[in-house]
Nanobody, 121 residues
Framework: QVQLVESGGGLVQAGGSLRLSCTASGRILSINSMAWYRQGPGKQRELVAAIASGENTNYADSVKGRFAISRDNAKNTVYLQMNNLKPEDTAVYYC???????????????WGQGTQVTVSS
């Protein structure tokens, strides 16, 4: 199976920074895109940032200029650097990858368990 483990969440004051990490492990042949989503209280899950295998990135308008996504292919890890955090960034943050498992021809989506980010005003 494929497992994703997130870390780096926590409580921070508005204007502060956090760095989330997500490492994939298991019988992985290749990872294509990697992304972060978030789900705030009473809200739907939304895309925060994504990075393709060629390292093209895209961001939600609400985080452009404040967040940066990056990946380390050797470590099967994706990062989300979050700066100038705002109370409205409070949410559970989930990482997800599109990957092909060993002995499989098909790409599938895999999700982490989520990490809580709370920004106090």
């Amino acid at each position: 199976q494929v497992q994703l483990v997130e870390s780096g969440g926590g409580l921070v004051q508005a204007g502060g920074s956090l760095r989330l990490s997500c490492t994939a492990s298991g019988r992985i042949l290749s990872i294509n895109s990697m992304a972060w989503y978030r789900q705030g209280p009473g809200k739907q899950r939304e895309l925060v940032a994504a990075i393709a295998s060629g390292e093209n990135t895209n961001y939600a308008d609400s985080v452009k200029g404040r967040f940066a996504i990056s990946r380390d292919n050797a470590k099967n890890t994706v990062y989300l650097q979050m700066n100038n955090l705002k109370p409205e960034d409070t949410a559970v943050y989930y990482c997800t990858i599109k990957a092909i498992k060993l002995l499989s021809r098909y790409e599938a989506d895999y999700w982490g368990q989520g990490t809580q980010v709370t920004v106090s005003s």
